[in-house]
């Protein structure tokens, strides 16, 4: 479906969220997006918005970055009086969502107080500024967003459970890149073009080796992490297309291909032998698992290998030929 056209990827699981997406965007149910930082619930919950048909404004609001004192009265207002220094009455922003969209995001990071408010809205409808009596209508479509595991924080008595269950009756998560290689040289190669555009370049190929080491890299930083590395590629490439020695160096990491690869397994320490002969032992393991699991990203390619981790070509081979003597 390409009615959301914020939301990239082809990917099995973003083609089934952005379905969902457009399905729950017109109801009036609260949305709650999960998800590791960087994985697009901001642009999750814009789309949320984009498809619902409300015609008032998207308004967000990050609850983690409101002090526990400020955070009533920015969402819900408060009149003249409610506090020293409340010298008028003032709306909060869930005024400025009326009609449209209210978008709580970090909401794990909510006060308790704040949170037994914010439940009145969405079971009643209603509100009270600080400080005031009457009750005010809200008419906004809640949409929350957190990287925290909510049961978790409920089960810690930080959340409470019935604002919890209220939230997540429609609970979209959002996956981390490294679950989507796909969506991963999807979003690259749009970034890439976009920045390349942006700098006033030619587009920028991509080498194999380096198309590949993408698409296996975790990205912890998900989709910032990617967008960033998109920038820094547009600005810095010499060439026409990127090679491995032109990425930066936070994503110059060999990824281990199997799961012997894995940092620290595989390589055993011989304590029946001498220190310096178990340490000769462990340094030749080291170094053949790092030139395998380096030409492995290279294709084989002695050359490019050599050049990408800063080595002499000899001494590559020179290893090389040690494992192949290794009987297997
Ligand atoms: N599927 C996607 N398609 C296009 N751009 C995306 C996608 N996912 C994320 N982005 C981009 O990645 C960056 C991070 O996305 P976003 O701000 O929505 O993440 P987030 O989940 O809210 O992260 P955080 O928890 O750190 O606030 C933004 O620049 C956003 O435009
Ligand atoms: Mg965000």
Redesign the pocket.
């Known amino acids: 479906m390409s009615n959301v056209p ?4 082809d990917s099995e699981t ?1 083609a089934r969220l952005r379905m969902r997406i457009a399905r729950v965007a017109p109801t009036p149910l609260p949305v709650l997006l999960v ?1 590791e ?7 999750a919950a814009r789309a949320v918005h984009n498809l619902s048909g409300r015609a008032g404004p998207f308004v967000a609001v990050d609850c983690g970055a409101l002090s526990q004192s400020l955070v009533e009265s920015e969402l819900f207002g408060h009149v003249r009086g409610a506090f020293t220094g409340a010298n008028h009455r003032r709306e909060g922003l869930i005024r400025a969502a009326a009609g449209g969209t209210f978008f709580l ?1 970090e909401i794990g990071e909510l006060p308790m107080d704040t949170q037994t408010r914010l439940l009145r809205v969405l079971e009643q409808g209603t509100y009270r500024l600080v400080g005031g009596e009457g009750e005010q209508r809200s008419d906004i479509r809640v949409v929350a ?1 957190t ?1 925290r595991n909510l049961r978790e924080r409920v089960s810690e008595g930080l959340f409470r459970k019935d604002l919890y269950h209220r939230l997540s009756i429609v609970e979209l998560s ?1 996956p981390p890149l490294r679950e989507r290689a796909d969506d991963a040289e999807q ?1 690259m190669e749009h970034f890439l073009s976009e920045e390349c555009q942006r700098a006033g370049r030619r587009p920028l190929g991509l080498e194999p080796d380096v198309r590949r080491h993408f698409r296996r890299w975790p990205w912890p930083g998900n ?2 992490e990617l ?1 960033n590395a998109a920038a820094y590629l547009a600005a810095m490439t010499l060439g026409g297309r990127v090679r491995f020695e032109d990425l930066p160096n936070s994503l110059r990491r060999i990824v281990p291909d199997a799961p012997e690869h894995e940092p620290g397994v595989g390589v055993q320490i011989r304590i029946d032998l001498p220190y310096m002969d178990a340490r000769r032992d462990w340094l030749d393991q080291f170094q053949i698992q790092y030139v395998s699991a380096l030409l492995a990203a290279h294709d084989g390619n002695v050359s490019a290998a050599a050049r990408a981790a800063g080595m002499d070509r000899r001494s590559i081979q020179r290893i090389l030929s040690r494992v192949r003597q290794i009987p297997s």
């Open positions: 914020a939301l990239i990827g973003m998800g930082t960087g994985t697009g619930k901001e642009v995001d967003a990287w959002l979003l989709v910032r967008r």
